[in-house]
């Protein structure tokens, strides 16, 4: 498999404050990776190494091979960064046609490209229009657009829903979903809605360190999950009875409502069928079973 | 694609942009019209009038009497006393117009984070270099403007154009580019490490000021360190008054050199600085 992100002992620090600490991961091609993490624990500094904005105190970043921010990786590797604005004094039409003449395009081909990547974005109408006549949600989809101009092989994207409003927000991840088989991402958001919908591999980033690099392949066979989701508020009685069922391993109340059920599915393949059977027995009703946990769950509760 | 090429086609495009910015955008018309403006008040009180002077045999010859010893008499020897006067004035003013012209190299870029969008596709070398490109192309277009209208003031004085005049006026083109490529590079340095236009501005001047008083007192001191003070940016502006013709171009080494220290010093600040 193809290494597309290599860190080894990334270290930075700001001043006294330690941002990053000896943060090492590799991210392969076709993956969708999602950086998460609370306020300051460095997703935007591993961003803009990895983008070539900043440099690290120690260890390295190479991208494709090459150190991050390499001329070699003009072109290839794209970004969505946070805050970045256009020039307020071009329309966003000019500014994508200069960016595509930078990453080697033609003029006309410059334009037509400008005119793809706004459609994506549904911005065709805005072609003409400057960053200042654009609300907020549209300047981010303009961004996000730029970050698509050629062909890139990778595309950092640091928050790239939010401010959308949710039709933009569904639209935006529908892109990202439908280029993901042809272009690896690395996305940063707090969404961890979206980045279950998007991701195949989670990086949790606290004060600095890398606390879990999980990927989707990775399934334990030992150990499964399933979460039900119920529409009365009588855990404690649902609890005692699936608590019989043999395979089970651990069950705990997430939230009300909301069961997670851990099993062991070599003792028993059948676990999501006996808990529905279970729950027809007794007359209890339930709003969805999904099988495994969500990201939410997978990084903040403990199992 | 060879990395010098790369960078000098960036380079190319990037100064391209920046006369787009001088001839299709608001802020660029606004520096265009305050440009007319500034030389339309110039042309009409000062230089119309003292050509009228300068043109009287009286006051040539009591002006030699004065000045004769430092060479400015030479003045006269320019095809018309317009042009004479355009590159006194010009000489003057435009290093000190040229800080503030020249001081959003790079600064609004910083502060918008336009510049991330910018290095995910060029090197901050073909930046720094396009930027200063731009500006120089900028800065051209402004001087032949106002030396056009100088000489079709004395076109209008003299009843028409000599081959002489347009020779005259390359020459002071051709100077005032040199004089301004070190002030340009300059602004080059000091848009690369802060971001705002007016805060490189303050810093550029402090900078020159402060630089030329310590470098004085320095040479107070050690006098045989006298040299020194030739090698501050516009220094050769008081060795060129009093001369005129292609001969001023044996002052052009000095400040071909400290644009290229400069430019790679705006370089070194671009690069080393987190974006």
Known sequence: MNTIIQCQQLAKRFGSKTVLQQLSFELHQGDVAALIGPNGAGKTTLFSILCGYLRPDSGNARIFGHKAGSSALFGKVAALPQDAQFDPAFSIGEQLDFYGRLQGL??????????????????????????????????????????????PQLVLLDEPTAGLDPVNALHIRQLISRLSGEVSFMISSHNIFELEQLCNNVLYLENGQLKQHSNSDNTVQQLQHLTLHLEQ??????????????????????????????????????????????????????????????????????? | MPKLIMTLQHAGLYAGFELRRLWLTRRGLMTLAA????????????????SDLI?????????????????????????????AIYWILSL????????????NQLCSDLERGTLRLLALRSSRLSIVLGRFSGQMLVQSCLILLSLVATLSLAAWREGGLTLAMLNAAA??????????????????????????????VSLAIVSLGLGFVLLSSFVFYFPDFLFLLGYMPGTQVMQLLPMQGWQTLQYAMLPLLQTLVLLSGATVLLTRKAL
């Open chain 2, 35 to 50: 440009t007319a403006v500034l030389w339309f008040f110039l042309l009409r009180y000062a230089i119309a009038p003292a």
């Open chain 2, 171 to 200: 020459v002071i083109a051709v100077n005032l580019l040199l004089v301004l490529l070190p002030f340009t590079a300059l602004m080059s340095c000091f848009s690369a490490m802060v971001r705002s236009s007016r805060l490189a």
């Open chain 1, 106 to 151: 033609s003029s006309k081909t410059a334009r037509e490209e400008s005119k793809r990547v706004l459609a994506l974005v549904g911005l065709t109408e805005q072609l003409q229009h400057k960053a200042g006549a654009l609300s907020h949600g549209m300047r981010k989809r303009a961004a996000i657009a730029q970050a698509f101009i050629g062909a």
């Open chain 2, 92 to 103: 003057l003013l435009l290093p000190l117009l040229c800080l503030f012209f020249t001081a």
């Open chain 2, 55 to 83: 043109a009287s045999e009286g006051f040539q010859q009591m002006f030699r009497d004065v000045f004769g010893a430092f060479g400015l008499s030479q003045l006269f020897a320019w095809p018309v006393p317009e042009l």
């Open chain 1, 233 to 303: 508020d009588n855990s404690d009685a649902i609890s005692a009875a699936l608590r019989q069922l043999p395979g089970l391993i651990d069950l705990h109340c997430t939230q009300r409502r909301e069961l997670v059920l851990s099993y062991n599915p070599q003792h028993n393949a059948d676990f999501d069928l006996a808990v529905l059977q279970c729950l027809a027995a007794n007359g209890w009703r339930y709003r969805n079973l999904t099988k495994g946990q969500t990201l939410e769950q997978k990084l903040f509760t403990p199992v």
